[in-house]
């Protein structure tokens, strides 16, 4: 065939997938994630569990707003002995973790402790 | 914007329930996603680079007939596995711009095969001595298509 010079199509393979990769994005908490350098350790009673996958979450309320905290999938909290029945809603938790870099209410959380045990989530 | 009630349906309903609640379902489900997503979009990337030119050593009806099996057990796979992925959270989803413009793509993708097997299925053969202009805009949308679908649905996690 034809005709394309080599080097021309190496450079349209190239910017095809550039373009894949340039793709908008429209986020609907921002693209920006979670603030690693804000560590957050919150003691509170849990207001709403979802253990669930592709990852658990709660809600607690904090200083004064209702915040989501995105713990685990169900298969690494049930290896590392976080079953659902430690997840009560009412029981008082210890929560560390990240807040989200837009200033939402959500928190990616590093490690829980409950009844005195310490589960590490990542 | 608030989830229409075919979706809050499917997310309450025994299906939705399972791909949630069940240790393995969504981690087995998404595997089964991804490798649908490599079946189909490896293949397809390969054949749009041999419509475009690349390996013209290796014969183009030959190519096409080990490659477009592939892509499509591919994208049945995607099919069978996308929707119950989406069952674990179709409210939130179901009002999910990426995942609208993703969809579209898919629809625009699979077209832009079907015309082009229609247009040029059967001139394969003499393909590289008399590529047509239309033919390789496709092969060049179909890369852009498949491996931009890959992106947004891989972008639906963060978004």
């Known amino acids: 065939m034809s005709t394309m010079p080599i080097a021309f199509k190496r450079r349209l393979i190239l910017s095809l997938a550039g373009l894949a990769l340039a793709l908008p994005v429209h986020a609907h908490h921002g693209w920006s994630s979670y603030d690693a350098d804000k560590v957050i350790t919150m003691e509170v009673p849990l207001q709403a569990v979802r253990y669930r996958n592709p990852h658990a979450e709660v809600e607690v309320d904090y200083e004064g707003r209702r915040w989501e905290v995105v713990l685990a999938p169900i298969s690494r909290m049930q290896a590392r002995g976080l079953s659902e029945e430690m997840l009560q809603v009412g029981k008082t938790v210890r929560i560390v973790g990240y807040p989200k870099s837009d200033g939402s209410p959500e928190l990616r959380a590093e490690r829980i402790t409950v009844d005195g045990k310490t589960v590490e989530l990542r | ?159």
């Open chain 2, 1 to 159: 914007m608030t989830a229409p009630d075919w979706a809050a349906a499917l997310e309450a309903s025994a299906l939705g329930e399972w791909m949630r609640g069940a240790v393995w379902a969504y981690p087995a489900v998404n595997l089964l996603h991804l490798l649908g997503m490599v079946l189909l979009v490896g293949a397809i990337v390969l054949l749009d680079l041999r419509l475009l030119g690349v390996g013209r050593r290796l014969p183009l009806p030959e190519v096409s007939a080990l490659l477009t099996p592939v892509s499509i057990a591919g994208l049945l796979i995607m099919l069978a596995t996308g929707p119950l992925l989406f069952a674990a959270d179709a409210g939130p989803l179901s009002v999910q711009p990426l995942l609208q413009v993703k969809l579209l793509w898919i629809v625009l993708g699979v077209a832009n095969a079907l015309l082009f097997r229609s247009w040029w299925g059967r001139r394969l053969a003499d393909w590289d001595d008399r590529p047509p202009a239309m033919g390789r805009v496709q092969a060049a949308a179909s890369l852009v298509i498949w491996l931009g679908v890959a992106a947004m649905g891989r972008l639906i996690a963060y978004a």
